[in-house]
């Protein structure tokens, strides 16, 4: 059973930088793809970055590019998300999730809730202006 844990989240001022992580267990995640979504109250969930764990390809959404990046540790199975430069906008619950067959991800894909197959329980950044 894959497990994703995500912790790093907090209360922050505008400009500011939080990292978030989230650790994943359960099985072998060199084909996967990894994702980290958000979610602000009364709004849909939404893409934010993703990279593939075997190349380190990485994606991002044009809200969050030049602000926003995400790296992964094989070694300790956990994936990073760095967040500098921070707006109140940005405040929302962040997801980590987890595509079995992230090789297969291009494009709009990446954007898709669908193409993931597993979900941390999201941690919570706020941003205070």
């Known amino acids: 059973q894959v497990l994703l844990v995500e912790s790093g989240g907090g209360v922050v001022q505008a400009g500011g930088s939080l990292r978030l992580s989230c650790a994943a267990s359960?099985?072998?995640?060199?084909?996967?793809?990894m994702g980290w979504f958000r979610q602000a109250p009364g709004k849909e969930r939404e893409f934010v970055a993703g990279?593939?764990?075997?190349?380190?390809?990485?994606y991002y959404a044009d809200a969050v590019k030049g602000r926003f990046t995400i790296s992964r540790d094989n070694a300790k199975n956990v994936v990073y998300l760095q967040m500098n430069s921070l707006k109140p906008e940005d405040t929302a619950a962040y997801y980590c999730?987890?595509?079995?067959?992230?090789?297969?991800?291009?494009?709009?894909?990446?954007?898709?809730?669908?193409?993931?197959?597993?979900w941390g329980q999201g941690t919570q950044v706020t941003v205070s202006s």
């Open positions: 999730a987890a595509a079995k067959y992230g090789e297969f991800l291009y494009g709009t894909s990446w954007y898709l809730l669908r193409s993931y197959d597993y």
């Open positions: 359960g099985r072998t995640f060199s084909n996967y793809a």
């Open positions: 990279i593939r764990w075997n190349s380190g390809n990485e």
